[in-house]
């Protein structure tokens, strides 16, 4: 089955700065690898997704990348915002069947 | 719409009893998953069902745990003889298998084994 890593567990920048959370999958089968965050207290929510035909995509502030044959693919937060502190999970697998990453907990100081 | 909703919100038992969780999917969604997420941790895959498909149970932790689901509505998860390492909250996620498989998760359920 899939197996995905997540670095780094933690992260700090300071508000303004960019921040890169990278993942990397096991089965070269995986077609989807969306990212969710959770709020405290909260379940996590997708805030954007990517699908193997597909190298990056951006929406606003937030752009993920995929590499498929390095079997890697990274969330970039730019201009962050103390408001974008929170935990971050890579996922991948195929259609429905899907394998989530240990998590980061990114702090964004003001 | 209503979204994806579990029962109790939060649960305190004594080691050695059993506990029934609940979610209630999105209607319409095939797909429901179990995690587990102990205090400050990641998500931790328990199972997943897919429409009528046998259940993908490779991440149950021990025969204590186990799973149903009702055709494509309800499903509970059931903890025999709870041990104080259960604690944690109990995600639910369903998603569709129709476009896109975003997964929307409940509010989860704080177990507490004391």
């Known amino acids: 089955g899939e197996n995905v890593e997540q670095h780094p567990s933690t992260l700090s920048v300071q508000e303004g700065d960019s921040a890169v959370i990278k993942c990397t999958y096991s089965?070269?089968?995986?077609?989807?690898f969306p990212w969710y965050k959770q709020e405290l207290g909260k379940g996590p929510q997708l805030i954007i997704d990517?699908?193997?035909?597909?190298g990056e995509k951006k929406d606003q502030r937030i752009a993920v990348t995929l590499n498929k044959t390095a079997k890697h693919f990274s969330l970039h937060i730019t201009e962050t915002q103390p408001e974008d502190s929170a935990v971050y999970f890579c996922?991948?697998?195929?259609?429905?069947?899907?394998?989530f990453g240990a998590g980061t907990r990114l702090t964004v100081k003001p | 719409g209503a979204g994806v909703s579990q029962s109790p919100s939060n649960k305190v038992t004594e080691k050695g009893k059993d506990v029934e969780l609940r979610c209630d999917p999105i209607?319409?969604?095939?797909?429901l998953y179990w995690y587990r997420q102990r205090l400050g941790q990641g998500l931790e895959f328990l199972i997943y069902?897919?429409?009528?498909?046998?259940?993908?149970k490779s991440g149950l932790p021990s025969d204590r745990f186990s799973a149903e689901r009702t055709g494509e509505s309800v499903s509970t998860l059931t903890i025999q003889r709870t041990q104080q390492e259960d604690s944690a909250v109990y995600l639910c996620?369903?998603?569709?298998?129709?476009?896109?498989?975003?997964?929307?998760f409940g509010p989860g359920t704080r177990l507490t084994v004391t």
């Open positions: 996620a369903s998603s569709s298998d129709r476009g896109s498989y975003e997964q929307y």
């Open positions: 089965d070269s089968a995986s077609n989807y």
């Open positions: 990517i699908r193997s035909n597909v």
């Open positions: 996922a991948a697998g195929y259609n429905n069947d899907m394998r």
């Open positions: 209607s319409g969604h095939t797909a």
């Open positions: 069902f897919q429409g009528n498909s046998a259940p993908d």
